[in-house]
């Protein structure tokens, strides 16, 4: 069964706290996504990566950066949390060889105070 | 600028008829669309697909149509059970390797 997890479904933070999302998939998937989602707005795409060690902004990269350092896993950073950033997050990952849907994990429900 | 639109916020439908989900996009260049389905405090799954060259992909109770000219495509549950009241959304690909675009989500209640 395949699988996406992240590491935590609920997560409070204060404002300026640097914040680390970390997404791990069993899939051996080459690309890789990270979401937020906010009422009214939809899933929009903060960066993706297809390779390890590689990475492109999506449609709202502000305040974020990404890290993926081996192919299993896709980390998301905040550098100093703003209220704005209160979101829940949603990672996935897909292969461009298998069909292109993609697998998101659980979510990550952030809140930042 | 949003790519892919769902005007419906909010649909309703009674158990056992059809429900119908819409989807327009701008961007002609898109090959590839998908529906998927959340359930809340879950992440979205996927559920069916259909490629610009086709028209129709079937899967069961779900039926996608994609109307190439009209930029639109349409998501058809035959018929509608309770289970099936979720968010959907529909997302479109400009190729492989390249980022999906998401609609805001609708949400369908199917009641008994």
């Known amino acids: 069964d395949v699988k996406v997890t992240q590491s935590s479904r609920y997560l409070v933070k204060r404002t300026g706290e640097k914040v680390f999302l970390e997404c791990v998939q069993d899939m051996d998937h080459e690309n890789m996504f990270w979401y937020r989602q906010d009422p009214g707005l939809g899933l929009r795409l903060i960066y993706f990566?297809?390779?390890?060690?590689?990475?492109e902004k999506g449609d709202i990269p502000e305040g974020y950066s990404v890290s993926r350092e081996k192919k299993e896993r896709f980390s998301l950073i905040l550098e100093s949390a703003s209220t704005n950033q209160t979101s829940m997050y949603l990672c996935a990952s897909s292969s461009p060889w298998a069909g292109r849907e993609q697998y998101f994990g659980p979510g990550t429900r952030l809140t930042v105070t | 600028d949003q790519q892919v639109k769902q005007n419906s916020p909010s649909l309703s439908v009674q158990e056992g008829r059809i429900s119908i989900l819409n989807c327009d996009y701008t961007n002609s260049m898109f090959d590839y669309f998908l529906w998927y389905k959340k359930y809340p405090a879950e992440g979205p799954t996927f559920l069916i697909s259909?490629?610009?060259?086709?028209d129709k992909n079937e899967d069961g109770r779900f039926t996608v149509f994609l109307n190439k000219s009209a930029k639109h495509l349409s998501l058809h549950i035959v018929p509608s059970q309770p289970g099936d009241s979720a968010v959907y959304f529909c997302?479109?690909?400009?190729?492989?390797?390249?980022?999906?675009?998401f609609g805001t989500g609708t949400s369908l209640t199917v009641i008994p």
């Open positions: 259909i490629s610009s060259i086709k």
């Open positions: 997302a479109a690909n400009l190729g492989t390797g390249n980022q999906f675009y």
């Open positions: 990566s297809y390779d390890v060690k590689m990475k």
